[in-house]
């Protein structure tokens, strides 16, 4: 016998042998064995999902000479002959070579006729879509009130382009892609059939470039077959299908596991020089991190090894892996190549692209260890330095709007809302001012509207954003009064740095960090941390009133103070004093840092003779610390 592909080979005879369409099978095999049998059929789906061969299937099942049955014996007359394709009642014909009203009119014309032989006269038409307006308009009667002897099988790739009146008289079942699993089973069944000698991992490779059709599959398991022999290595077959060797993946997954910089751009450098694909490389590296991701998650053990498509001793390896890095680091790496993968399509430089992901993904744990063993007080010098006019009462906020005064609360340093002056505590105890010897403060606030400042160093666009800012009393009074009272909080409460709790939010849990700066620190009270909302920001409100959010903001606060925090969510009045949200504060700060640095760029020699000699201006500047640090 002349050779035949496998697709052909080991095409599938009865519905106990289609893989990966068990709701289409079983719902067909019911309805014949129940003679519930439909006047039309629509099968849409992929290529090489099996559509073509079910529509066979059935068109035996209904002419068995043991039928119709739900189980065709394949070794009668009519189940040869429509095996071989030679059956006189059964018809298949390419929709995309029959387009036309007059191929449609003979099919009209010949449906008035009995079988000759089975029960049914069966007409699949392959690639339906390809069917012109007029040739589907010629049909609608037809194919609403056909005889009772006639059975319409329509396939198609395209189910968009099938008109609404056709789909309404047709039984529509959508076939899936056939799940990696499936395939690489399948294809083991048929290495075993045909002798072949292939790896575990090869079966993987196979299915991976499949993209869920098993023709697919099974075409490239001919090709390396044609390729190798018998025997069949993997490197052979990687070099067939033109992938990325998983070498590379597994370096550039220890580099990253190792933060080792070098050595990822070492991976890089080798996957250019073997010629092979970036973006295929990148979109391997960002399922190998997702397989870590939900390894890091899931308990080892037959749930893993149902989310995973990997060998078992790749999940074992994964399960290992996966140890060495949070969920949430995962999470970020995750983020920064899927952006990589984006920005690949349209970059002129992709290799940049790709060599910057990798150093900030081999540099992100020591980054957040970084951040993290930095103290709260631990701040540059300047940011600390005090005016020219310490003791200068800062501007006094009108308080004829107001229903009812409200006096100060003690300690100023961890109560002062963002962007605002002090404001008076709604307890109503006496106004108490900071002590004579202030604590030492870390990164004081920056703002961008004067008439809101109410701290010193407001005026320094190098500071860093901070909410527990030291500020002069306005009430000169009150700083007596503080000389000779002792503090109502513990000093502990004074040393929560709320700029470093948001660095901690957008890193650690950046799916609501953009609604907790949708809102504005208020207050730090009694261990109580205070966070309002205007009356339009509801969803972020919402947000940030979850359980699970309040948690993780007051775990990462009780990390600083050394105390327990609970976080209270409130909804701002207009009796609340006025203030900018943590977003705009930190849009005022990134704003006022580049004029800083675009001065100081300007100041420098070499900078200005350059603008002198080409007549031109600073179109961007930054700084070493940014670039390494992605910002």
Same mark, same amino acid.
């Given at each position: 016998m002349d050779y035949q592909v496998s697709a052909r080979k080991y095409r599938p005879g009865t519905f106990d042998d289609v893989v990966g369409q068990s709701h289409v099978v079983q719902t067909l095999m019911n309805a014949v064995e129940t003679k519930r049998i439909a006047h039309a059929y629509l099968f849409s789906g992929t290529r090489g999902v099996g559509k073509t061969t079910v529509a066979r299937i059935l068109a035996k099942a209904l002419n068995?000479?043991?039928?119709?049955?739900?189980?065709?014996?394949?070794?009668?007359?009519?189940?040869?002959?429509?095996?071989?394709?030679?059956s006189v009642d059964v018809m298949e014909i390419d929709g995309a070579s029959n387009t036309s009203v007059d191929d449609v009119r003979e099919i009209r014309e010949n449906v008035k006729f009995s079988p000759f032989r089975g029960h049914y006269r069966v007409y699949i038409i392959d690639e339906v879509h390809m069917l012109s307006n007029s040739a589907f308009n010629a049909l609608l009667k037809t194919l609403e009130e056909p005889p009772s002897h006639v059975v319409f099988i329509f396939a198609t790739t395209?189910?968009?382009?099938?008109?609404?009146?056709?789909?309404?008289?047709?039984?529509?079942?959508?076939?899936?892609?056939?799940?990696?699993?499936?395939?690489?089973?399948?294809?083991?069944?048929?290495?075993?059939?045909?002798?072949?000698?292939?790896?575990? !991992?090869?079966?993987?490779?196979?299915? !991976?470039? &499949?993209?869920?059709?098993?023709?697919?599959?099974? &075409?490239?398991l001919d090709q390396a077959v044609a390729f190798s022999g018998k025997t069949i290595a993997h490197a052979d077959l990687e070099v067939l299908l033109g992938a990325v060797?998983?070498?590379?993946?597994?370096?550039?997954?220890?580099?990253?596991?190792?933060?080792? &910089?070098?050595?990822a751009l070492v991976v890089l450098a080798n996957l250019l020089d073997q010629g092979h694909d970036l973006k295929a490389f990148c979109s391997d590296v960002v399922e190998h991190l997702r397989n870590l991701l939900v390894a890091a998650v899931v308990p080892a053990g037959t749930e893993l090894r149902g989310l995973i498509e990997a060998s078992a001793e790749d999940i074992q390896q994964l399960a290992l892996d996966a140890r060495r890095l949070t969920p949430e680091?995962?999470?970020?790496?995750?983020?920064?190549?899927?952006?990589?993968?984006?920005?690949?399509?349209?970059?002129?430089?992709?290799?940049?692209?790709?060599?910057?992901?990798?150093?900030?993904?081999?540099?992100?744990?020591?980054?957040?260890?970084? !951040?993290?063993?930095?103290?709260?007080?631990?701040?540059?010098?300047?940011?600390?330095?005090?005016?020219?006019?310490?003791d200068a009462p800062a501007p006094a906020q009108p308080t004829a709007t107001k229903p009812a005064p409200r006096t100060a609360v003690a300690p100023t340093h961890a109560t002062t809302p963002v962007g605002a002056p002090p404001q008076p505590s709604r307890t109503g105890t006496a106004p108490v001012a900071p002590r004579s010897t202030p604590p030492t403060v870390s990164k004081p606030f920056v703002t961008t509207q004067p008439a809101q400042a109410s701290t010193p160093q407001a005026s320094k666009p190098d500071t860093a954003l901070s909410v527990p800012s030291q500020a002069p009393s306005a009430n000169p009074q009150a700083t007596s009064a503080t000389e000779a009272a002792p503090p109502v909080r513990s000093p502990e409460l004074s040393t929560l740095n709320w700029d470093l709790v948001q660095e901690e939010v957008a890193s650690s849990f950046p799916n609501f960090a953009p609604f907790l700066e949708a809102g504005r620190f208020?207050?730090?009270?009694?261990?109580?941390?205070?966070?309002?909302?205007?009356?339009?920001?509801?969803?972020?409100? &919402?947000?940030?009133?979850?359980?699970?959010?309040? !948690?993780?903001?007051?775990?990462?606060?009780?990390?600083?103070?050394?105390?327990?925090?609970?976080?209270?969510?409130?909804?701002?009045?207009?009796?609340?004093?006025?203030?900018?949200?943590?977003?705009?504060?930190?849009?005022?700060?990134?704003?006022?840092?580049?004029?800083?640095l675009f001065e100081r760029a300007r100041a420098n020699p070499v900078v200005k003779q350059a603008m002198d000699i080409f007549g031109a201006d600073l179109a961007a500047v930054r700084t070493v610390a940014q670039k390494e640090t992605g910002e």
């Open positions: 068995c000479e043991q039928g119709p049955t739900g189980h065709p014996c394949n070794t009668c007359v009519n189940c040869v002959e429509i095996t071989q394709g030679t395209e189910i968009h382009k099938i008109p609404a009146t056709i789909l309404s008289r047709c039984q529509h079942y959508n076939f899936r892609r056939i799940a990696r699993q499936e395939i690489i089973d399948r294809l083991r069944h048929i290495a075993a059939q045909d002798g072949l000698t292939i790896e575990d !991992r090869s079966f993987t490779a196979l299915a !991976r470039a &499949s993209e869920g059709s098993m023709r697919d599959g099974l &075409s490239l060797p998983q070498e590379l993946v597994q370096g550039m997954s220890a580099a990253i596991l190792t933060q080792d &910089s070098p050595a680091q995962l999470q970020e790496l995750l983020t920064i190549f899927s952006q990589a993968e984006d920005s690949l399509r349209y970059s002129a430089h992709p290799r940049f692209v790709l060599e910057a992901a990798a150093v900030r993904a081999t540099r992100l744990v020591r980054q957040q260890e970084r !951040r993290a063993d930095v103290p709260p007080e631990a701040t540059p010098p300047t940011s600390q330095k005090p005016s020219a006019k310490p208020v207050s730090l009270d009694g261990g109580h941390v205070t966070i309002g909302f205007g009356k339009q920001a509801t969803l972020a409100r &919402s947000m940030m009133e979850k359980e699970d959010n309040l !948690r993780a903001l007051a775990t990462l606060c009780e990390r600083q103070i050394g105390q327990p925090v609970r976080i209270r969510v409130i909804e701002l009045t207009a009796s609340d004093p006025p203030g900018l949200t943590m977003a705009q504060i930190r849009a005022a700060k990134e704003q006022e840092q580049r004029v800083v």
